[in-house]
């Protein structure tokens, strides 16, 4: 059996979980609500991350905009994420939820703009 001590994420109340694993049984101890329970399921069978950086502006009132990634991607595909980012650019102007990489890593997953940048008079 394998066993694994993690902290929720799923609320603001950080509950210590235990998630023991025998075989394709799980069960989990220590959340006080669902969320806790889902988030160790999923954290112990496919980990997933929003990734957050920031990527050069031509051209902007500002050099850089911050970027994430629309939703999780794979835990393992974070290097992959962050090389396409560190090697994009975006050309000013940028308003918030502009697309900046449309598929980043192969993960389907559009990296998109959450600040807005405007254009150098």
């Known amino acids: 059996m ?7 994420i799923g609320c603001p109340l950080g509950c210590p979980l235990t998630v023991r694993m025998e ?5 989990v101890t220590g959340n ?7 988030y160790a399921k999923k954290e112990v069978l496919s980990p997933t991350r ?15 905009v911050s970027v994430k990634t629309k939703s999780d991607i794979p835990k ?6 962050m090389k396409e980012i ?3 650019s ?8 502009d697309v900046i990489i449309p598929d980043c890593a192969g993960t389907g997953i559009p990296v998109i703009a959450t600040k807005a940048v405007e254009a150098k008079a």
């Open 32 to 38: 006080t609500c669902k969320r806790g329970e889902d």
């Open 76 to 81: 393992d595909k974070i290097f992959q994420v």
């Open 23 to 27: 075989g394709s049984e799980i069960s």
């Open 2 to 8: 394998e066993v694994r001590e993690l902290i929720c």
């Open 90 to 97: 975006a050309q000013a102007p940028v308003a918030i939820g």
């Open 50 to 64: 929003i990734v957050t950086s920031s990527v050069p502006v031509k051209g902007g009132v500002i050099g850089m």
């Open 86 to 88: 560190h090697e994009a």
